[in-house]
């Protein structure tokens, strides 16, 4: 599925005579949001069918389903946990003086459209990654070797995905890794992809789009605030972004006890046993 993506995506593409919205800055690569948007939606698209295939080969197609208002909740919390977790990293260095913030000089209502159009593109470009990695490979591999062998191991495959970026570091990878294991172990605990899917959103928003870092090694344009970083690499994370730095570990850990203490005190908690046939 992931070998035939590059063809896919450039069918759709040239269909609407887009790229896949990336160009060149004097601060290196940066997306541009409705070519980009368009590029992970075909991508989206594609690992669904990929995900109905799988689902249907395996006999658990139903034990995955969610009802819609528990869907939306969960997609709703993991947004904004993502995006505090993100926004957390960065207003400590601001606060310990690595960098600083400066608001984006441009007409207030353009600016939240643009964040909003950016909210969007999150999604999408979240809901591909984790129907790709938390649903078509940790399905296959709780299969082949149980919960823990599917969670280690669709880590490593999200992890390993990412070498090809600018800036990559081993600690990003480490943090890429866990991170991993924490969406995967969301979905096992929730019963669905749907709270995985907005934390990465919300992470991925929280970076970029909203304060103009690096995310992933890569830029947008058009965001809310601009965050000049001023400090060693393992502290602010160098070219890789926030998400590289030693505060990123922290705030995953934070996420992971917000996850649990919500779930639990909601009884909204439901352990994923996935049935074959």
Excluded at 4 to 18: D, K
Excluded at 155 to 174: C, D
Excluded at 212 to 231: D, K, N
Excluded at 259 to 271: E, F, I, K, V, W
């Amino acid at each position: 599925m992931h070998l035939t993506e590059p063809a896919v995506n450039g069918f759709v593409l040239r269909i609407f005579h887009v790229g896949r919205g990336v160009v060149e800055t004097g601060k290196g690569k940066a997306f541009v949001l409705l070519p980009f948007t368009a590029f992970l939606a075909a991508r989206c698209a594609w690992y669904l069918l990929g995900l109905a295939a799988v689902r249907r080969l395996l006999g658990n197609w139903r034990s995955w389903r969610a009802e819609w208002p528990r869907a939306i909740r969960w997609l709703f919390i993991g947004l904004l946990t993502g995006t505090c977790a993100m926004g957390s990293i960065i207003v400590t260095l601001a606060f310990f003086r690595c960098g600083y913030i400066d608001y984006v000089q441009s007409s207030t209502a353009f600016a939240l459209l643009v964040a909003l159009g950016w909210v969007g593109c999150s999604v999408v470009g979240a809901a591909a990654e984790e129907v790709l990695y938390r649903g078509m490979i940790l399905s296959t591999l709780e299969r082949l070797g149980g919960k823990s062998f599917a969670i280690v191991g669709s880590a490593a495959a999200f992890a390993l995905s990412h070498l090809g970026n600018p800036g990559v570091t081993k600690l990003w990878l480490l943090r890429l890794f866990l991170q991993g294991m924490l969406l995967a172990w969301a979905v096992f605990r929730t019963g669905s992809l749907w709270w995985s899917i907005g934390y990465h959103a919300g992470w991925n928003f929280g970076s970029a789009p909203l304060f103009g870092v690096a995310e992933s090694g890569y830029g947008v344009q058009g965001h809310l605030f601009t965050f000049v970083p001023a400090g060693p690499d393992w502290l602010t994370g160098g070219e890789v972004g926030p998400e590289g730095s030693v505060l990123a570990f922290l705030a995953m850990l934070a996420a992971a006890v917000v996850l649990t203490n919500h779930g639990r005190r909601n009884n909204d908690m439901q352990p994923v046993c996935i049935e074959h046939s």
